[in-house]
């Protein structure tokens, strides 16, 4: 994990947040809810090194195999 890019995007998001806030504060609950957990999906995902990591065909068949294996019995 790159802390640098971690702390960035946390500002960033911080940034972002103190800045709709003031606009979002007279809409429903719903559309704050959107908002935060949106960004906090986004700074979750900085967390990851996403390039490196293994696509999803691959975990699909890491967690397919043992059924495959026992099917093929």
Do not use: H
């Amino acid at each position: 994990m790159r802390w640098a890019a971690f702390f960035s995007t946390a500002f960033i998001v911080t940034v972002i947040i103190l800045y709709e806030w003031p606009k979002i504060k007279r809409k429903p609950a719903k559309d704050k809810i959107a908002l935060i957990s949106l960004l906090l999906i986004g700074l979750l995902l900085s967390m990851f090194n996403l390039q490196e990591m293994a696509g999803p065909t691959s975990w699909i068949e890491a967690l397919f195999r043992p059924l495959g294996e026992f099917m093929e019995r």
